[in-house]
């Protein structure tokens, strides 16, 4: 008992100068490594792609073992669906469904009637979208969906760049 006060003592009393621990601002962590440290943590790889010829975002999600989601056309009663936000803007305009290779499967609703759309594979999804402008743009938005079965409402923020008619979809740092 006396060495746990004693310690309790110690660690309340210790120089943040001396301290073993430097605190970080993660604002000031480059991109690449905050990127290593969310990968780490998630059950899921995201990267993003852009096919400037058949107008397309494309975003691919490969899964951990036993880790899914819900595919981005379910029905729209369900919230955390694959989805891409952006704000409504001058220079871009994300039109159609979602397309997903390999297709999701059509399994039982574990949370309600019916069937569902569920993704258990390493999936490539794609989004078409109408560019609007020739103009350099960046538009802020963020990817979203709930990744199974942490049962976490992920939100990525993102960037849908274009410079010199090149369109890019970026992860942003925080």
């Not at 999600?61 to 704000?87: H, M, Q, R």
């Not at 594979?121 to 402008?133: A, D, E, F, I, V």
Request: aromatic residues 6%.
């Amino acid at each position: 008992m006396m060495s746990l006060l004693a310690s309790i003592v110690f660690l309340n009393t210790t120089d943040s100068k001396t301290s073993a621990y430097t605190q970080v601002n993660p604002k000031q962590i480059p991109c690449q490594g905050l990127e290593a440290i969310v990968k780490s943590q998630d059950p899921y790889q995201i990267t993003f792609d852009v096919d400037n010829k058949t107008n397309e975002l494309l975003l691919k999600i490969d899964l951990e073992e036993g880790s899914y989601y819900l595919g981005p056309n379910s029905a729209e009663t369900f919230k955390g669906l694959l989805k891409v936000d952006i704000p409504t803007n001058e220079h871009i305009e994300l039109v159609g469904k979602f397309s997903s290779k390999p297709k999701p499967t059509l399994e039982e609703n574990q949370w309600g009637e019916g069937k569902i759309n569920v993704i258990h594979k390493n999936t490539m999804h794609s989004l078409g979208y109408k560019l609007k402008s020739k103009d350099d743009f960046n538009i802020k938005g963020t990817v979203q969906f709930v990744i199974e079965p942490k049962c976490t409402m992920e939100i990525i923020p993102v960037t849908i760049s274009n410079k010199s008619g090149k369109l890019r979809l970026l992860r942003n740092c925080l």
